[in-house]
């Protein structure tokens, strides 16, 4: 079943075709070498007959047939049997001197059979001929030397084709078994997360490669998509539990109505607080679904050039006079001088600083100095909304950023609890990193925006 699976997997078959293509430009590669060494081989036997003759002829002198002969025969005792050949024949044809009977071979370089040449054996022979003087000189060498030597050749490129086809077919087998082993993992995290467990992730090998990249990026879209499902869950808990308080007020209010009206009461003002109790539900749902789109990233598009320092002193000069209405006072502090410019919708942004500013207002006591701050850090531009007020415990920190999360403390004020869900949308969308810190009195809101977003 593993060796079925392996067979119809994707990296096997690339292995394989690799491995044929690899063996494939060996074998090319070898044959060429091959044709080469045989015309070298070829060509250095032809050279070394032409000069073993010449040598064998240059003994000749005028008249001086004792030389020669006695050159011949000397050279047919000192060769290896049977692979020199050597015939002096005299101007008659009768034989003169030579281990080889007489024998009848065109002039100049030619390949002739040993039966040819009267010898046993189906060896072939490279033959020089040629008229020294009124005499007439055979010289030959037999080829087996060099179809050793091509044998060797062959078979060392028949080891080194099958070392090749082992290796690459068995390599390739092996790799892509382990490839196959990972991808393997990736389906069956994916599976799992298809049957509704969102908490396996795909197990990644370390090494860094192109499979590890992809994996990683699968279980950043996994966590992502894990927090989505559970804000979603958490959201309808919260629903269910921070919305049923306002229906029931509403409820009452409408019944409320009812029974005045049977009465024959004015309900003028039940009709007025049950206008105003179902404008905040819808408020609040407005502001769920407006969280939702930003999440989604729908107000990318409009994403333009935007001036933060601009920004943020437009939103202290509007709200200074709400916070002198509240007894409070509100600055802003710029430690950049030139326009401090990012990418991003300024609506949205001045949303974010509104929402922050306001909420320091409203839970804070009179008093209190707010504190609209900017300035560069490292390669990023840091904004702080401070404040001196009572502050966020540490343990609800990250708690007041989820939909409908209210403090118990901040229950009898108005509100929704999405002012803090909303900034950090906002921030996500934008890239910037939000955290409270405690401020020893108060609380520190410090939003980063990440240095890719300078300009």
Avoid at 211 to 216: E, R
Avoid at 266 to 280: G, H, K, N, T, Y
Avoid at 346 to 358: A, G, I, K
Avoid at 404 to 417: F, H, I, N, Q, V
Wanted: aromatic share 6%; charged share 25%; hydrophobic share 40%.
């Amino acid at each position: 079943m593993r060796a079925a699976r392996l067979l119809r997997s994707t990296p096997f078959r690339l292995a394989l075709t690799f491995g044929f293509l690899f063996v494939l430009a060996f074998l090319v590669t070898g044959t060429i070498v091959y044709a080469m060494l045989k015309r070298e081989l070829s060509e250095a036997l032809d050279a070394s007959v032409r000069e073993t003759y010449s040598v064998v002829a240059s003994t000749y002198s005028s008249g001086d047939l004792e030389d020669l002969s006695a050159a011949i025969n000397t050279y047919a005792r000192l060769s290896r049997s049977e692979d020199q050949v050597y015939l002096l024949l005299d101007d008659k044809g009768e034989r003169l001197a030579g281990n080889i009977g007489i024998v009848s071979v065109d002039d100049g370089p030619s390949s002739v059979s040993a039966s040819h040449l009267g010898l046993k054996g189906d060896k072939q022979f490279r033959i020089m001929a040629g008229d020294v003087g009124k005499y007439r000189l055979v010289f030959g060498h037999s080829f087996t030397e060099t179809d050793e030597l091509e044998e060797t050749a062959l078979a060392s490129f028949a080891w080194g084709a099958g070392l090749i086809v082992a290796l690459a077919f068995g390599g390739g087998a092996f790799l892509a078994n382990r490839a196959q082993h990972r991808l393997e993992g990736i389906a069956r995290t994916m599976s799992e997360v298809s049957n509704g467990n969102l908490s396996p992730r795909i197990p990644l090998s370390g090494n860094g490669d192109d499979i590890d990249v992809v994996s990683k990026h699968m279980n950043e879209a996994l966590d992502r998509l894990s927090a989505l499902v559970e804000g979603m869950r958490q959201v309808s808990a919260d629903i269910a539990h921070d919305l049923k308080t306002p229906l029931n007020r509403l409820r009452m209010t409408i019944e409320q109505a009812m029974q005045e009206s049977e009465r024959g009461e004015d309900v003028q003002d039940r009709l007025v607080e049950a206008r105003e109790e179902s404008d905040r539900i819808k408020a609040t749902f407005e502001a769920l679904l407006r969280i939702s789109q930003i999440e989604a990233g729908a107000r990318k598009t409009r994403f333009r050039r935007v001036d933060l320092m601009d920004m943020m002193q437009s939103v202290s000069e509007v709200y200074r006079s709400v916070a002198e209405d509240n007894d409070q006072e509100l600055e802003f502090i710029s430690e950049v001088k030139l326009p401090c410019m990012i990418v991003g919708d300024r609506e949205l942004l001045t949303q974010l600083f509104v929402n922050l500013v306001e909420n320091a207002i409203t839970h804070c006591p009179p008093k209190t100095q707010i504190t609209m701050k900017l300035a560069v850090d490292g390669r990023s531009f840091r904004a702080t909304v401070a404040d001196d007020g009572p502050g966020i415990p540490a343990g609800e920190r990250e708690l007041v950023f989820r939909r409908l999360y209210r403090l118990d403390k901040s229950r009898t004020t108005p509100g929704s609890g999405l002012g803090l869900s909303l900034v950090k949308a906002i921030a996500d969308l934008h890239s910037a990193s939000i955290v409270l810190e405690d401020r020893k009195p108060g609380l520190d809101a410090i939003l980063r925006f990440p240095a890719q977003q300078l300009e």
